[in-house]
């Protein structure tokens, strides 16, 4: 799948490309608003693609820029669509469900979809609901991405209006706006989370509670696991490695590497020989522990499509927890001389036929990084 789209750099935009990513298609050209400026170069961008997503908008800010500025977007696409030489085979618009709804926003993404549609009455118009996941801004994409920031801070947590919320993770959203086979780790039909902004709050600030410790809270459905997440996405990598409680007498040491509640999941070891490479991959749901046992090791991470590389240095001699944040890709190298032995732990049990497990480098920029990269 050759994928072309506007709002590639933002939050729904860096969840399409991951998820790209993670199914093997070719990095999706993203087509910038200084390349919407110039409707040649925009085209020519656009040819041949066999999907076009148009993911770019305007959601906050003054009534009238809002206005003007889903409208001015959607016609900037039109121009270009119609000078390409190979149109895409599917245009795609990421619209709202409060399109129409009589706001600025709401009538500038109804009034944008008719824009669209008139250069291409096939338009596939998806409207996207209240949308949450990781690395959201706050303020801005969702108020989970609000409140989990607000929690990450140690701020409270205020509740000006309840009302209940149909809750999509944007992996979801970004599977049925790609067409998306179906995968354990997405679902493209969107299964909402129904939930009122104070229970929102209330669940939030107990995960947080539960994380602060070191430990995992109880995740006992799909939208659980994806609010934690979102979650520690948050908090990573300020409140990393974990230190992880210790306890010894005479008869030697004893550290608690793992706390899970309402839930076992799996627990595995490994030795690793000196200079091995362990993992190079990154997973979209999975929750991920790290701890080391014995020997020493560093362990590198980089969000998927961005540059810098956080690296830790651990060793058994101190043990500490590094939880793997999803979609970053991770790896864990025996820096020493000896053999190393490392727990791992995750939130689910290993099935073959549905692992979450993605193939990345942690040392090379991803091609994801560069815009309009082949």
């Not at 979809?113 to 690395?135: I, K, M, Q, S």
């Not at 991405?145 to 701020?155: E, I, K, P, S, V």
């Not at 799909?222 to 008869?251: K, Q």
Request: proline share 8%; glycine share 10%; aromatic share 6%.
């Amino acid at each position: 799948m050759r994928l072309a789209l506007t709002g590639g750099d933002g939050f729904l935009g860096w969840h399409v490309r991951v998820l790209a990513r993670a199914l093997g298609w070719p990095a999706p050209v993203r087509l910038t608003r200084a390349d919407l400026a110039d409707p040649d170069a925009a085209a020519a961008r656009l040819a041949g693609a066999d999907r076009l997503l148009h993911l770019a908008g305007v959601n906050r800010g003054d009534p009238a820029d809002v206005a003007a500025g889903n409208v001015e977007l959607a016609a900037a696409l039109v121009r270009a669509i119609r000078r390409c030489a190979a149109p895409p085979a599917t245009v795609v618009y990421a619209n709202s469900v409060q399109a129409g709804n009589g706001t600025p926003y709401g009538d500038s993404k109804a009034m944008a979809a008719v824009t669209l549609a008139a250069a291409r009455p096939d338009l596939v118009d998806l409207r996207l609901p209240n949308l949450y996941g990781e690395h959201g801004r706050p303020h801005y994409n969702s108020v989970v991405a609000t409140f989990c920031r607000q929690l990450a801070d140690d701020a409270p947590l205020e509740v000006r209006q309840d009302r209940e919320l149909d809750l999509v993770h944007v992996t979801d959203a970004a599977a049925a706006l790609v067409d998306a086979p179906p995968g354990s780790p997405w679902d493209g039909t969107m299964p909402p989370l129904r939930i009122g902004v104070r229970d929102l709050a209330e669940r939030l600030t107990a995960y947080a509670s539960t994380y602060r410790r070191g430990e995992i809270p109880p995740l006992t459905d799909r939208h659980g696991v994806r609010l934690f997440n979102t979650y520690r996405s948050h908090r990573f990598p300020a409140d990393h490695p974990i230190r992880l409680p210790r306890r010894a007498d005479h008869r030697g040491e004893l550290v608690e590497a793992v706390k899970a509640h309402g839930g076992g999941g799996q627990t595995f070891c490994s030795t690793t020989r000196p200079g091995v490479t362990r993992g190079e991959h990154f997973h979209l749901a999975k929750v991920e522990r790290f701890c080391v046992l014995r020997g020493s090791a560093e362990i590198g991470l980089r969000r998927v499509g961005h540059d810098e590389v956080v690296r830790f240095a651990v060793t058994g001699d101190d043990p500490v927890a590094v939880d793997m944040p999803t979609m970053w890709a991770h790896d864990i190298v025996n820096t020493g001389s000896d053999e190393l032995l490392t727990l791992f732990w995750t939130n689910e049990v290993f099935d073959p036929d549905a692992p979450d497990t993605w193939p990345e480098p942690v040392g090379r920029p991803a091609l994801l990084a560069g815009v309009g990269a082949p």
